[in-house]
């Protein structure tokens, strides 16, 4: 028999097991084993991934091809388009996004940096509004540099939470309990990954790291998902105190430094402030 899989997302809740449709369940275990790691899959790959039979997976992947989710050339499967269509309609009717995007057009334009908000959602961050300048002045007025964008930072991307400054803020939302839970579920899953030579990737360090977010209420992150990308975040509450996202900065070292970091950390403090309200 197929045991029963477990569903990523921010906002499962337990139901019981007789409103529970455990092929759709499957169908979508084997459309999120597509990640940037493996673009492509096979059947013999996708039951690796899903714990599915291969012949199960094969089923589920012929499916998803045939309903246009998925590409294939006979033997590998790829996401198709039409997989946007879940993320075009989560951003054109979800709260938050909508809240959120003009607040990070007015901070891109009068800081000149760009600007994400994010949820978390397992052990990965996913931006769900963003805002920046792709080029900006350097400090002499002379000539066009290009600002500072991380690799894959666009609307959907997905970033492991232990190395970002969004996901720490995140995770320090949580109790201790919660997170303890968090931490506990990653190492027995193949630990935190290392991403750069200054990913935290020891638990009692990640833990420090968290702690030191929750009682700053901000978290800087230096080249800890990719090298030469530096971060700030603060967290973005609603008015019952909880906290919905996390709002960041991605800059330069020099942008981050000294009374440079005063002001970006005031302008994240007084937009999330701002946006409390809105949700």
């Not at 499916?63 to 989710?69: C, D, P, S």
């Not at 990965?124 to 920046?132: D, Q, W």
């Not at 990653?186 to 990737?201: A, I, N, Q």
């Not at 430094?257 to 701002?274: P, Q, V």
């Amino acid at each position: 028999m197929i045991a029963s899989l477990p569903i990523r997302t921010a906002g499962a809740f337990p139901i019981a097991k007789a409103d529970r449709i455990d092929g759709m369940a499957r169908g979508m275990a084997v459309l999120e084993s597509f990640d940037t790691q493996r673009q492509r899959l096979n059947a013999t790959l996708a039951a690796e991934r899903t714990g599915l039979t291969r012949a199960a997976a094969r089923r589920h992947l012929l499916t998803l091809a045939h309903l246009g989710y998925l590409e294939t050339d006979g033997g590998f499967f790829w996401l198709s388009t039409k997989v946007l269509r879940f993320s075009g309609s989560y951003l054109a009717t979800a709260r938050l996004p909508r809240a959120v995007q003009p607040m990070l057009n007015r901070l891109a334009v009068q800081a000149r940096e760009s600007f994400s908000a994010a949820v978390l959602d397992g052990d990965e961050v996913v931006i769900v509004a963003r805002s920046g300048f792709e080029w900006r002045r350097s400090p002499d007025d002379k000539a066009p540099v290009a600002a500072v964008l991380a690799y894959g930072l666009h609307l959907g991307a997905r970033l492991p939470a232990h190395a970002t400054s969004t996901g720490q803020v995140l995770l320090a939302a949580k109790s201790k309990t919660e997170f303890n839970a968090w931490l506990k579920a990653r190492l027995d899953s193949g630990g935190l990954p290392r991403l750069t030579v200054h990913t935290t990737t020891d638990a009692r360090k990640l833990k420090m790291l968290v702690e030191r977010a929750r009682l700053d209420d901000f978290c800087l992150a230096a080249e800890a998902h990719e090298l030469g990308v530096h971060a700030l975040a603060v967290p973005l509450r609603d008015m019952q105190g909880r906290t919905v996202a996390a709002l960041n900065v991605v800059t330069t070292p020099q942008r981050l430094a000294g009374e440079n970091r005063r002001d970006l950390l005031s302008l994240l403090l007084d937009a999330a402030r701002e946006l409390r309200p809105l949700v």
